[in-house]
């Protein structure tokens, strides 16, 4: 079984940034590729960022791009999403996901669909005020 516990959310200004993290325990970190959804209310929730295991591949949503970065750090078993530019529509709760995959590089249907992924965390939330 592997817990995924994210944290870093809050309440920020437009324009602001934020860190969040996401540790992983339970099994070895780099069995996974790993990935940001969220989830605003009265929305589907979507995707935000992938990273492979070797980091080898990352994708992002078009809206972020430019704006978030995707990194991991296979040592702490901690993935990062570093959120800058922050807009008001980018509130939501935003849900860490661990995808077994061995791989170096993943498709971007692999990365970016959230059935593929088998672990999710619990949501933190983040709150963009105009």
């Known amino acids: 079984q592997v817990q995924l516990g994210e944290s870093g959310g809050g309440l920020v200004q437009a324009g602001g940034s934020l860190r969040l993290s996401c540790a992983a325990s339970g099994r070895t970190f780099t069995e996974f590729a790993m990935g940001w959804f969220r989830q605003a209310p009265g929305k589907e929730r979507e995707f935000v960022a992938a990273?492979?295991?070797?980091?080898?591949?990352?994708y992002y949503t078009d809206s972020v791009k430019g704006r978030f970065t995707i990194s991991r750090d296979n040592l702490k078993n901690t993935v990062y999403l570093q959120m800058n530019s922050l807009k008001p529509e980018d509130t939501a709760v935003y849900y860490c996901a661990a995808q077994v995959n061995p791989n170096a590089y993943v498709t971007t249907m692999e990365g970016m669909t959230a059935a593929r992924y088998d672990y999710w965390g619990q949501g933190t939330q983040v709150t963009v005020s105009s």
């Open positions: 990273i492979s295991w070797s980091s080898g591949s990352i």
